[in-house]
């Protein structure tokens, strides 16, 4: 074979070569172009779709604002009403939010007495449930019962006691008082202070 032939065959390979090789590169920058803009605006979704999300993320700012009136009104009061005592019924707690923002729950103990406790079990954190099951305290998790009286465990898993709230009777209401010191609450009895 001729040398010119051989030499022209060989620039045509590194010619066709090198065109494949941009073809295949312009390629690849289109398609991560391609999908680099479409993660950037999204996916093409129908109105019902835009719109659910909208109103997810309604939800989800409604429920932020809610949080934040929450903390303004705990950081403001020294007290806070939580139920008329004749719409409590004995054995149906009532749950509210205590000053640390935690989990609690409010029991009607007699016709004007009340007790209030955490509602973070001292097992593993659930959350316990707000009827009485026996007249005790009970959560589900993982079966613990707790003294409604003094909160101390009586069987299950959990081995600390569920915190007391501080409360107040007014007239017919009772309020939940802001607390001079911690309270220990959850597994590991940290101390919430107020907010």
């Known amino acids: 074979m001729p040398e010119d032939l051989i030499e022209r065959q060989s620039r045509r390979s590194v010619l066709l070569f090198s065109i494949a090789a941009i073809g295949g590169s312009i390629g690849v920058f289109s398609s991560l172009t391609a999908a680099i803009m479409s993660y950037i605006g999204g996916p093409n979704l129908t109105a019902a779709l835009k719109g659910r999300q909208l109103e997810e993320s309604k939800r989800a700012l409604e429920s932020?604002?809610?949080?934040?009136?929450l903390k303004v009104e705990r950081v403001n009061s020294t007290r806070i009403p939580l139920a008329k005592l004749s719409e409590i019924e004995e054995g149906?707690?009532?749950?509210?939010?205590?000053?640390?923002?935690?989990p609690a729950v409010l029991f009607k103990t007699g016709e004007r007495s009340c007790i209030a406790r955490s509602a973070v079990c001292t097992h593993l954190g659930c959350t316990v449930q707000s009827n009485l099951v026996d007249g005790r305290i009970y959560c589900p998790c993982h079966q613990s019962y707790f003294d409604l009286a003094k909160g101390v465990p009586l069987s299950g898993p959990a081995t600390l006691p569920l915190?007391?709230?501080p409360i107040e009777i007014d007239g017919d209401t009772v309020f939940l008082v802001k607390q001079q010191s911690p309270i220990k609450i959850g597994p590991g009895q940290i101390p919430m202070l107020p907010l």
């Not at 149906?92 to 935690?102: E, M, R």
């Open 64 to 69: 932020q604002l809610e949080l934040i009136k």
């Open 163 to 165: 915190a007391q709230e």
């Open 92 to 102: 149906a707690g009532v749950t509210f939010t205590d000053y640390a923002l935690q």
